[in-house]
């Protein structure tokens, strides 16, 4: 799981970056300063959790078959989702100015949530 988590990861930050520099060449003349702003901040969320996921990816290297590792693939899966669901929607949100999609972005700090309180509860079990 280690391993996996490690290269999606690095694939995230990576599009990250992507993306980023595409909002700041390609999309800067045909969406609004709001839409940008929120896209911005879709690859930020999404960098700052692709970082987290390496973090849980080399505590699960470090910490395998202990105590700690169910709650850290949780916290890599809710990373996961989060990037997908807050920073997908704030991208989707962006290129097409439909407002319903920010609804899905709560969803996602939801699971940005959940994945920072079981990197949390995965520290206080360390061995």
Not at 36 to 58: D, P, R
Not at 79 to 84: D, M, P, Y
Not at 99 to 108: D, E, N, S
């Amino acid at each position: 799981m280690s391993r996996i988590f490690l290269a999606i990861a690095a694939a995230l930050g990576g599009i990250s970056v992507i993306l980023g520099a595409f909002a700041s060449h390609a999309l800067k003349d045909r969406l609004s300063e709001r839409a940008l702003e929120i896209w911005e901040t879709g690859t930020k969320y999404q960098m700052y959790h692709a970082l987290a996921l390496i973090l849980v990816s080399l505590l699960l290297n470090y910490l395998s078959n202990s105590s700690s590792s169910t709650p850290l693939i949780i916290s890599g899966y809710s990373f996961i989702a989060g990037i997908v669901l807050f920073s997908g929607s704030l991208y989707a949100l962006s290129l097409s100015g439909i407002k319903v999609l920010g609804a899905i972005t709560p969803l996602g700090g939801v699971a940005f949530i959940t994945g920072w309180i079981c990197l949390t509860i995965a520290a206080l079990n360390m061995e």
